[in-house]
């Protein structure tokens, strides 16, 4: 048995003493290459060997840092490390032996940072690359073929769900990205409150750029707090918007609700609602194009009863407004049978129909659709498309799903020639985890775009399959207009949610996004 192959069988069989003994007797080793393409460097990195081998390697031959791997995939050691969860500390080693590396693209057109923040790799790793190469923090992640805009690094890191520190890295290098529009005026702060991120990186976001508590989207004039509320985010991040600028609880959006009028409408708890009201208690009188007051959104709702009460304690007068139907709240909370207990804080009142009677309403199209694109041709398994999309629809666990992601990035891109589905449709379809769609998101962006051989697009999927909520809402982050285009059955994603009869928030999420897209364009203005 040759040197070169019995450091190559060491390192794959994790026996990092042995693999160490052979470097010792033979350094030459280290340049002796598989059929693939990979030196032993690149095979250990794969393998996620300890920091000791990798300083070893290095030792016998730090060029082997600065030398693409075979295959087509065009890999550094360094993108393999990345891929691979290595440590900061083996990171560093490899960025000292070839620096360069930070910088360097694979074959996929990817930089190092861009799989750190697919693959949320801790905040050190990220920050280690960007110390070494800060540019990356503005250089988009690539698209397949390369004919629409790539997505930003932060917007990628909060798509991924990437750690606090790994998102305050990419803002400390490039803070500007914290300001930065996407095409419909949502700043990087409306994509966190979309997702619910934690409450430290909606705070990092914000002390980045205060002003994007106040910033709009159009058409639907929401800020950050009213997308807050309409995700149902929770206290300590409603508190955290507020904390910052307490004037957008006094902003209408488009519709004339105010972000109270939303936390109502989707039953927020009074932690929720007490904050909003302290910060604006005139909203609790305030009416929405509709005519109606918090007061009687809540009554519609069915929402608890000491929310009410902190509503008449804030706004009695509320008692007496009638909406354009001429309800009062207390008409509304009769007609639909309220508790005695609920009544006993009303006068008279009566209904308001609920978002999913609005929705269920919307049965003809409400704009033209864009024609079918053909089904693209069956891409390239790229190692393991095959049997990542058998993975999912055998409803293998998260981390088996996010492994073979991992270990085959290519993999995402994958088009089944069955029916044209790429691993995110069988992903949404099956009814897998967030975490799964998020991390085939961040993998090919793209694919929330993609037509099957149906004409359909994940969104289609997940509406039909009653995806919860925060998996929609990643789905029409990643491409809002999916909620107003046509399957080849001519229908609109809202329209199978509600053939199926899905959750009430999945439907309001799926119709408010067809309707932005179709509103006259004056109205953004």
């Known amino acids: 048995m040759s040197t070169a192959f019995g450091i190559r069988d060491a390192i794959l069989s994790g026996a990092w003493a042995q693999a160490t003994e052979m470097l010792a007797k033979d350094p030459s080793c280290t340049r002796q290459m598989d059929a693939a393409g990979n030196l032993p460097l690149h095979a250990a990195l ?146 966190a409150c979309v997702l619910n991120s934690p409450p430290p990186i909606v705070s990092a976001l914000v002390a980045a750029f205060p002003g994007a508590t106040s910033a709009k989207t159009a058409p639907l004039s929401m800020t950050p707090l009213h997308v807050a509320c309409v995700q149902r985010c929770g206290a300590p991040v409603i508190t955290a918007l507020l904390a910052a600028d307490t004037g957008p609880a006094s902003e209408p959006d488009a519709s004339g609700a105010l972000p109270l009028h939303w936390s109502i409408a989707k039953r927020a708890p009074l932690d929720v609602v007490a904050p909003l009201l302290a910060a604006y208690p005139a909203a609790a009188r305030a009416v929405d194009s509709k005519g109606a007051t918090p007061l009687h959104i809540a009554i519609a709702r069915g929402i608890s009863t000491d929310c009410i009460t902190a509503l008449v304690n804030a706004a009695p007068d509320a008692l007496t407004v009638r909406d354009a139907a001429k309800y009062t709240p207390a008409d509304v909370a009769r007609t639909m049978g309220a508790s005695p207990a609920v009544m006993s804080l009303l006068t008279p009142r009566s209904n308001s129909s609920s978002v999913a009677a609005v929705a269920a309403s919307t049965t003809t199209p409400m704009a033209p659709h864009t024609p079918v694109a053909a089904v693209p041709p069956p891409a390239a398994a790229g190692g393991g498309g095959a049997a990542l999309i058998a993975a999912i629809r055998s409803r293998s666990p998260s981390d088996t799903v996010i492994s073979l992601l991992r270990s085959s990035p290519g993999s995402a891109e994958y088009v089944d020639p069955g029916d044209g589905c790429l691993p995110i449709h069988v992903a949404v379809a099956y009814g897998a985890p967030l975490a799964v769609v998020v991390a085939l998101l961040a993998a090919h962006g793209r694919g929330a775009s993609t037509r099957d051989a149906a004409g359909r697009m994940p969104l289609h999927y997940g509406a039909e399959a009653g995806a919860p909520l925060p998996v929609v809402s990643a789905l029409l982050a990643a491409h809002p207009g999916a909620a107003g285009e046509k399957d080849l059955q001519g229908k609109l994603p809202v329209r199978l949610a509600l053939e199926k009869r899905v959750a009430e928030d999945v439907v309001a999420a799926l119709l408010d996004a067809a309707e932005a897209l179709y509103r006259p364009q004056a109205a953004t203005r």
């Open 46 to 191: 794969v393998c996620r060997a300890p920091e000791e081998t990798v300083a070893a390697l290095l030792a016998a031959d730090a060029s082997a840092a600065s030398e693409k791997n075979g295959g087509g995939t065009g890999n550094l050691p360094l993108h393999l490390a990345v891929s691979h969860a290595a440590s900061a500390r083996v990171v560093n080693r490899l960025l000292a032996a070839h620096p360069g590396g930070a910088s360097t693209r694979n074959g996929a057109g990817v930089l190092p940072l861009h799989l750190a923040l697919a693959r949320r790799v801790p905040g050190d790793v990220v920050a280690a690359l960007l110390r070494v190469h800060p540019a990356g923090a503005r250089e988009p992640l690539p698209t397949a073929g390369g004919s629409a805009p790539g997505l930003p690094p932060l917007r990628a890191a909060l798509l991924a769900a990437s750690p606090h520190d790994a998102v305050t890295a990419l803002l400390a290098a490039y803070p500007a990205a914290a300001a930065e529009r996407s095409a419909r005026g949502g700043t990087p702060l409306h994509l």
